[in-house]
Structures are given as structure tokens and as C-alpha cells.
């Protein structure tokens, strides 16, 4: 089995693997839609988390990492995975695409947010959605941290912009520069 990771899980797996490939899925597009109030957030003070958007458009690409998980630990990592994922996240299959192009693309699951979900926070305007990360802090740290995290990991594994999610790593350290 192996499952995609485009949020905290490409920089925190917190489960056993025993191979990880860094690419991206086609189709979907990366966004702060998903409110957390169980890790980057409280209740009464979400933070916002990434979920994926399905476009339909072959040419929209999220980049992040595959971890190949062996036949005995498949129950145990979805275990894991579905408390880490339970606030409104589903798993779905979808196909990863390598960035080295010597290895093939292979069926992975990943968990996406539904828009139906008690948590589901939606579009907003990108600088509130900004001012929101910047203030939330939950039992898994505060919420620029997820953020930052996220935008450094992703810069490791390609060049190639992904506007929402470096749009507002400027917008969060502006908020935050305006705050000291």
C-alpha cells in the first residue's frame, strides 16, 4: 500500500514506511479549506489545514510524498492515519507521479476533506484565511508552524510554484512582522 502525503504528512509521517517518493498528483489543487480545532487550532479559534480540491484539469499538480507502507504494518498506518485524518477527512486513490521519472506512477490513497464536513472552512479571502494562520495555536503546535513546515518541504521537492500555499507563507510573516 501506499499512501500520499501533501500536508503535515510530508514533513511529519509519524508512522513506519518503508520507502518514500517525493512527486505529485494530477487533477487537484492545494488549499487552507479544512479547519483544524483537534491540531493547528481550539474550538472557538480553528486553525486552517490543507485539503485537496478536485479540478478535473490534468495540468493542475500537488506536489508532496508517497510512503510505501509494508503488508504488516497496512492496518496498524491506517490506524494511525484515520485518527490523525478524523476531522472531516476521507480516503481516497488517486495516482502519483513521480519526480523521478525512472520510477513508475503507482496508485496511492490520501485523505481529502469533504465539503460537507463539520470542519470544511472553504474559500475566504486569502488574507483572512492568512491572519487566521497566523494566530492559531492548538495541541499539535501553532498554526504558521504547520504552515512553514509545509512550504519548506514542498520547496525541497519542487520548483515549480504552488501560488495559494506560498501566497500565504508572505501574507502569514506580514502579519506577523506587523504584530512585533
Not at 498506518?77 to 478524523?86: A, P, Q, T, Y
Not at 503507482?106 to 465539503?115: G, K, P
Request: hydrophobic share 35%; with cysteine.
Amino acid at each position: 500500500m501506499w499512501i500520499f502525503g501533501y500536508g503535515s504528512i510530508v514533513w511529519k509521517p509519524d508512522f513506519r514506511y518503508i520507502n518514500r517518493i517525493e512527486g505529485h498528483i494530477k487533477g487537484f489543487i492545494r488549499r487552507f479549506w479544512q479547519l483544524s480545532e483537534d491540531h493547528r487550532g481550539v474550538p472557538g479559534n480553528p486553525g486552517r489545514v490543507v485539503t485537496l480540491i478536485p479540478t478535473k484539469n490534468q495540468s493542475d499538480c500537488v506536489y508532496g510524498a508517497a510512503y510505501e507502507i509494508s503488508n504488516e504494518d497496512e492496518i496498524s498506518v491506517r490506524h494511525v492515519l484515520d485518527v490523525r485524518e478524523k476531522d472531516g477527512y476521507t480516503i481516497i486513490e488517486t495516482v502519483f507521479y513521480p519526480n523521478n521519472n525512472a520510477e513508475k506512477e503507482r496508485t496511492c490513497y490520501t485523505y481529502m476533506a469533504q465539503s460537507n464536513n463539520p470542519f470544511w472552512g472553504g474559500d475566504a479571502p486569502i488574507d483572512q484565511i492568512a491572519k487566521q494562520i497566523a494566530q492559531a495555536h492548538g495541541p499539535s503546535g501553532s498554526n504558521r508552524e504547520y504552515l512553514f513546515k509545509l512550504v519548506d518541504a514542498i520547496r525541497m521537492i519542487t520548483s515549480l510554484p504552488d501560488e495559494h500555499l506560498f501566497a500565504l507563507d508572505q501574507l502569514v510573516k506580514d502579519h506577523l512582522a506587523k504584530d512585533e
